[in-house]
């Protein structure tokens, strides 16, 4: 199973940008589809970017032409770089790994604030 570390959370200005990184160990990275979700203070986690094996993308309606998700095998790592962003309260970002048979692993997320 493979193990995620997300990181480059913090404090963002509304409208600014941020890029996240979610480092992959463990396993074989390539193998894995990979995605990005985030979870507001009492509400459901919603993917907001996936990426394939073969560099598919997908995004969520609330980020399609801010948000950009890109892997790099060679160092294991998957990012999704947040553009335009809006005011949000504390926010979880989340790293996940879909396997061939379905099992997703989590990492333990990094928390985004999206404030003046």
């Known amino acids: 199973q493979v193990e995620l570390v997300e990181s480059g959370g913090g404090l963002v200005q509304p409208g600014g940008a941020l890029t996240l990184s979610c480092a992959a160990s463990?396993?074989?990275?390539?193998?894995?589809?990979m995605g990005w979700h985030r979870q507001a203070p009492g509400q459901q986690r919603v993917m907001v970017a996936s990426?394939?094996?073969?560099?598919?993308?997908n995004y969520g309606n609330s980020v399609k032409g801010r948000f950009t998700i890109f892997r790099d095998n060679a160092k294991n790592t998957v990012f999704p770089q947040m553009n335009s962003l809006k005011p949000k309260v504390t926010t979880g970002y989340y790293c996940?790994?879909?396997?061939?048979?379905?099992?997703?692993?989590w990492g333990r997320g990094a928390q985004v604030t999206v404030s003046s």
């Open positions: 463990g396993s074989v990275f390539s193998y894995y589809n």
């Open positions: 990426i394939n094996r073969d560099g598919v993308t």
């Open positions: 996940s790994g879909l396997r061939a048979d379905l099992v997703r692993a």
